[in-house]
T-cell receptor
Framework: EDQVTQSPEALRLQEGESSSLNCSYTVSGLRGLFWYRQDPGKGPEFLFTLYSAGEEKEKERLKATLTKKESFLHITAPKPEDSATYLCAVHTGANSKLTFGKGITLSVRP | KAGVTQTPRYLIKTRGQQVTLSCSPISGHRSVSWYQQTPGQGLQFLFEYFSETQRNKGNFPGRFSGRQFSNSRSEMNVSTLELGDSALYLC????????????FGPGTRLTVT
Protein backbone atom coordinates (compact mmCIF):
# COMPACT_ATOMS: atom_id res chain seq x y z
CA GLU A 1 0.00 0.00 0.00
CA ASP A 2 1.26 3.48 -0.86
CA GLN A 3 2.45 5.53 2.11
CA VAL A 4 3.26 9.23 2.33
CA THR A 5 4.79 10.84 5.42
CA GLN A 6 5.27 14.56 5.84
CA SER A 7 7.49 16.25 8.41
CA PRO A 8 7.48 18.23 10.54
CA GLU A 9 3.75 18.37 11.36
CA ALA A 10 4.01 22.08 12.07
CA LEU A 11 6.64 24.70 11.39
CA ARG A 12 6.88 28.24 12.68
CA LEU A 13 9.23 30.60 10.87
CA GLN A 14 10.16 34.23 11.17
CA GLU A 15 9.58 36.28 8.04
CA GLY A 16 12.64 35.87 5.80
CA GLU A 17 13.81 32.67 7.53
CA SER A 18 14.21 30.03 4.78
CA SER A 19 13.40 26.36 5.44
CA SER A 20 12.38 23.06 3.86
CA LEU A 21 9.35 20.82 4.19
CA ASN A 22 9.85 17.07 3.75
CA CYS A 23 7.66 14.47 2.07
CA SER A 24 8.89 10.87 2.12
CA TYR A 25 7.06 8.16 0.23
CA THR A 26 6.93 4.39 -0.15
CA VAL A 27 5.16 3.39 -3.33
CA SER A 28 5.37 0.93 -6.17
CA GLY A 29 5.64 2.73 -9.46
CA LEU A 30 5.51 6.48 -8.93
CA ARG A 31 3.75 8.26 -11.78
CA GLY A 32 3.81 11.70 -10.21
CA LEU A 33 4.27 13.57 -6.95
CA PHE A 34 2.12 16.61 -6.26
CA TRP A 35 2.40 19.55 -3.89
CA TYR A 36 -0.68 21.49 -2.84
CA ARG A 37 -1.29 24.47 -0.60
CA GLN A 38 -4.45 24.61 1.51
CA ASP A 39 -5.74 27.66 3.34
CA PRO A 40 -8.24 27.24 6.20
CA GLY A 41 -11.76 26.51 4.98
CA LYS A 42 -10.67 26.14 1.34
CA GLY A 43 -9.86 23.36 -1.06
CA PRO A 44 -6.23 22.46 -1.85
CA GLU A 45 -4.56 24.67 -4.45
CA PHE A 46 -2.26 22.95 -6.94
CA LEU A 47 1.40 24.02 -6.79
CA PHE A 48 3.69 21.53 -8.54
CA THR A 49 3.92 18.12 -10.20
CA LEU A 50 7.23 16.22 -10.20
CA TYR A 51 7.61 13.11 -12.34
CA SER A 52 11.13 11.75 -11.92
CA ALA A 53 14.09 11.82 -9.53
CA GLY A 54 16.27 14.87 -10.04
CA GLU A 55 13.45 17.04 -11.27
CA GLU A 56 13.02 20.54 -9.80
CA LYS A 57 10.30 23.17 -10.20
CA GLU A 58 10.10 26.73 -8.94
CA LYS A 59 7.35 29.25 -8.38
CA GLU A 60 8.05 32.55 -6.66
CA ARG A 61 9.54 31.70 -3.23
CA LEU A 62 8.85 27.97 -3.56
CA LYS A 63 11.07 25.29 -5.06
CA ALA A 64 10.15 21.60 -5.15
CA THR A 65 12.67 18.79 -5.64
CA LEU A 66 12.32 15.02 -5.98
CA THR A 67 14.52 12.02 -5.19
CA LYS A 68 13.66 8.32 -5.36
CA LYS A 69 12.44 8.32 -1.76
CA GLU A 70 11.41 11.86 -0.89
CA SER A 71 10.51 15.32 -2.03
CA PHE A 72 11.35 18.68 -0.51
CA LEU A 73 9.50 21.95 -0.71
CA HIS A 74 12.03 24.73 -0.10
CA ILE A 75 10.69 28.10 0.97
CA THR A 76 13.06 30.99 0.47
CA ALA A 77 12.59 34.20 2.47
CA PRO A 78 8.98 33.38 3.40
CA LYS A 79 6.34 36.03 4.00
CA PRO A 80 3.30 35.88 6.31
CA GLU A 81 1.07 35.20 3.29
CA ASP A 82 2.90 31.90 2.81
CA SER A 83 1.25 30.65 6.00
CA ALA A 84 -0.90 27.63 5.08
CA THR A 85 -0.96 23.85 5.18
CA TYR A 86 1.21 22.23 2.52
CA LEU A 87 0.11 18.82 1.28
CA CYS A 88 2.10 16.23 -0.61
CA ALA A 89 0.41 13.48 -2.67
CA VAL A 90 1.52 10.61 -4.87
CA HIS A 91 -0.08 9.14 -7.97
CA THR A 92 0.78 5.54 -8.71
CA GLY A 93 -2.11 3.81 -10.46
CA ALA A 94 -3.54 3.95 -13.92
CA ASN A 95 -6.46 6.07 -12.72
CA SER A 96 -6.57 9.38 -10.86
CA LYS A 97 -6.37 8.31 -7.21
CA LEU A 98 -4.00 10.42 -5.11
CA THR A 99 -2.62 9.28 -1.76
CA PHE A 100 -1.98 12.26 0.52
CA GLY A 101 0.28 12.89 3.47
CA LYS A 102 -1.20 14.50 6.59
CA GLY A 103 0.20 17.90 5.66
CA ILE A 104 2.57 20.44 7.22
CA THR A 105 1.11 23.55 8.81
CA LEU A 106 3.42 26.48 8.17
CA SER A 107 3.14 29.69 10.15
CA VAL A 108 5.26 32.70 9.18
CA ARG A 109 5.48 35.53 11.71
CA PRO A 110 6.10 39.11 10.58
CA LYS B 1 -11.71 29.18 -17.24
CA ALA B 2 -14.11 28.58 -14.38
CA GLY B 3 -12.84 26.40 -11.56
CA VAL B 4 -14.40 23.43 -9.83
CA THR B 5 -17.64 24.27 -8.06
CA GLN B 6 -19.31 22.36 -5.25
CA THR B 7 -22.76 22.75 -3.77
CA PRO B 8 -23.86 23.20 -1.13
CA ARG B 9 -20.92 24.72 0.73
CA TYR B 10 -22.29 23.91 4.18
CA LEU B 11 -24.73 21.28 5.36
CA ILE B 12 -26.06 20.18 8.73
CA LYS B 13 -27.79 16.81 8.93
CA THR B 14 -29.04 14.48 11.64
CA ARG B 15 -27.83 10.92 12.22
CA GLY B 16 -29.68 8.45 10.03
CA GLN B 17 -30.48 10.93 7.27
CA GLN B 18 -28.98 10.86 3.82
CA VAL B 19 -27.24 13.60 1.89
CA THR B 20 -26.33 14.38 -1.73
CA LEU B 21 -23.40 16.59 -2.66
CA SER B 22 -22.76 18.01 -6.12
CA CYS B 23 -19.60 18.81 -8.06
CA SER B 24 -19.15 20.55 -11.41
CA PRO B 25 -15.68 19.99 -12.89
CA ILE B 26 -13.57 22.32 -14.99
CA SER B 27 -14.83 22.47 -18.56
CA GLY B 28 -13.24 19.72 -20.64
CA HIS B 29 -12.26 17.57 -17.66
CA ARG B 30 -13.74 14.08 -17.73
CA SER B 31 -12.48 12.77 -14.38
CA VAL B 32 -13.98 13.66 -11.02
CA SER B 33 -12.54 12.31 -7.78
CA TRP B 34 -14.03 12.65 -4.30
CA TYR B 35 -12.08 12.93 -1.07
CA GLN B 36 -13.01 13.12 2.60
CA GLN B 37 -10.90 15.39 4.80
CA THR B 38 -10.90 15.15 8.59
CA PRO B 39 -8.41 16.49 11.16
CA GLY B 40 -7.45 13.00 12.27
CA GLN B 41 -7.20 11.13 8.96
CA GLY B 42 -6.35 13.92 6.55
CA LEU B 43 -7.44 13.60 2.93
CA GLN B 44 -8.74 10.15 2.04
CA PHE B 45 -9.81 8.99 -1.41
CA LEU B 46 -13.44 7.98 -1.79
CA PHE B 47 -13.86 7.21 -5.48
CA GLU B 48 -13.21 8.43 -9.00
CA TYR B 49 -15.52 8.70 -11.98
CA PHE B 50 -14.35 8.93 -15.56
CA SER B 51 -16.75 9.18 -18.48
CA GLU B 52 -19.70 8.17 -16.27
CA THR B 53 -17.96 5.02 -14.96
CA GLN B 54 -16.51 4.45 -11.52
CA ARG B 55 -12.84 3.79 -12.20
CA ASN B 56 -11.54 3.38 -8.66
CA LYS B 57 -12.90 3.15 -5.14
CA GLY B 58 -11.33 3.79 -1.73
CA ASN B 59 -11.88 1.93 1.53
CA PHE B 60 -15.19 3.39 2.57
CA PRO B 61 -18.43 1.55 3.42
CA GLY B 62 -21.16 1.05 0.86
CA ARG B 63 -23.12 3.94 2.41
CA PHE B 64 -20.91 6.18 0.30
CA SER B 65 -21.82 6.15 -3.38
CA GLY B 66 -21.56 8.40 -6.37
CA ARG B 67 -22.37 8.87 -9.99
CA GLN B 68 -21.35 10.97 -12.94
CA PHE B 69 -23.51 12.44 -15.64
CA SER B 70 -22.85 12.81 -19.35
CA ASN B 71 -21.75 16.44 -18.85
CA SER B 72 -19.11 15.20 -16.32
CA ARG B 73 -20.92 16.70 -13.34
CA SER B 74 -20.82 14.34 -10.39
CA GLU B 75 -22.85 13.68 -7.28
CA MET B 76 -21.92 11.91 -4.10
CA ASN B 77 -24.46 10.36 -1.77
CA VAL B 78 -24.08 9.28 1.82
CA SER B 79 -26.92 7.25 3.31
CA THR B 80 -27.68 6.55 6.97
CA LEU B 81 -25.39 9.30 8.20
CA GLU B 82 -23.20 8.71 11.25
CA LEU B 83 -21.51 11.26 13.51
CA GLY B 84 -18.15 10.18 12.10
CA ASP B 85 -19.20 11.30 8.63
CA SER B 86 -18.75 14.92 9.69
CA ALA B 87 -15.98 16.19 7.44
CA LEU B 88 -15.00 18.41 4.55
CA TYR B 89 -15.88 16.66 1.29
CA LEU B 90 -13.74 17.71 -1.62
CA CYS B 91 -14.04 16.96 -5.27
CA UNK B 92 -11.22 17.28 -7.75
CA UNK B 93 -11.32 17.34 -11.52
CA UNK B 94 -8.70 16.41 -14.07
CA UNK B 95 -8.39 15.30 -17.66
CA UNK B 96 -8.13 11.76 -16.35
CA UNK B 97 -5.17 10.92 -18.54
CA UNK B 98 -1.77 9.99 -17.13
CA UNK B 99 -0.33 11.52 -13.96
CA UNK B 100 -2.34 14.66 -14.49
CA UNK B 101 -2.90 17.52 -12.09
CA UNK B 102 -6.10 17.48 -10.09
CA UNK B 103 -7.85 20.75 -9.31
CA PHE B 104 -9.96 20.91 -6.19
CA GLY B 105 -13.20 22.65 -5.44
CA PRO B 106 -13.83 24.62 -2.23
CA GLY B 107 -15.46 21.63 -0.56
CA THR B 108 -18.73 20.94 1.24
CA ARG B 109 -18.57 21.10 5.02
CA LEU B 110 -20.92 18.39 6.36
CA THR B 111 -21.85 18.36 10.02
CA VAL B 112 -23.82 15.41 11.37
CA THR B 113 -25.56 15.93 14.71
Amino acid sequence: EDQVTQSPEALRLQEGESSSLNCSYTVSGLRGLFWYRQDPGKGPEFLFTLYSAGEEKEKERLKATLTKKESFLHITAPKPEDSATYLCAVHTGANSKLTFGKGITLSVRP
Amino acid sequence: KAGVTQTPRYLIKTRGQQVTLSCSPISGHRSVSWYQQTPGQGLQFLFEYFSETQRNKGNFPGRFSGRQFSNSRSEMNVSTLELGDSALYLCASSTGQGANEQYFGPGTRLTVT
